[in-house]
């Protein structure tokens, strides 16, 4: 026997929906999310590479200024250990790949006579670290951090 009209289950174009049911938001949950997963994740890769760009700079101010300080008390004269010095500052900085116009180099001896022996020699390294994909940032002044690191060596009594 057939169900009278009356009997008759209601058919889906029968059924009013209300506006904004689950008809109506069908497959926004997936934009929803891509939306916001590149809305967080941008800047949470950009906070990652400038950290890294951070670390970077660090390593090579520590081993600019250490390799700086052995390299200028092997030196015959102060002239030549200063050039030595900023040899191997830029050198250390390549191999970080920081450039070297971000970079400034002090240098002091204690006492005056840098190449006495028994002196001490410090070089101090400066470097500037700017923010990665920040175009005019030199014109800007936008840096994400001044990093320095210092080293010091004796010389030798027995050149």
Known sequence: MRPSSRERAPR???VAVPHGGPSAEEGNAVIEFVFLAVLLMVPLVYFIITVA?????SFAVVGAADQAAKVYVAQPDAARGRAAA???V???LADYGQPAENARIDTRCE???CLAPGSAVTV????T???P???????????ASQLSASATQLVGRFR
Do not use: I, K
């Open 12 to 14: 889906r174009e029968d």
């Open 53 to 57: 760009q951070l670390q970077g700079g």
């Open 86 to 88: 900023e040899q191997a």
């Open 90 to 92: 830029l050198l250390a």
């Open 111 to 113: 006492p005056a006579d």
């Open 124 to 127: 101090t390294v400066h470097l």
């Open 129 to 131: 670290v700017p923010l």
């Open 133 to 143: 994909f920040v175009p005019f940032s030199d014109a800007l002044h936008l840096n």
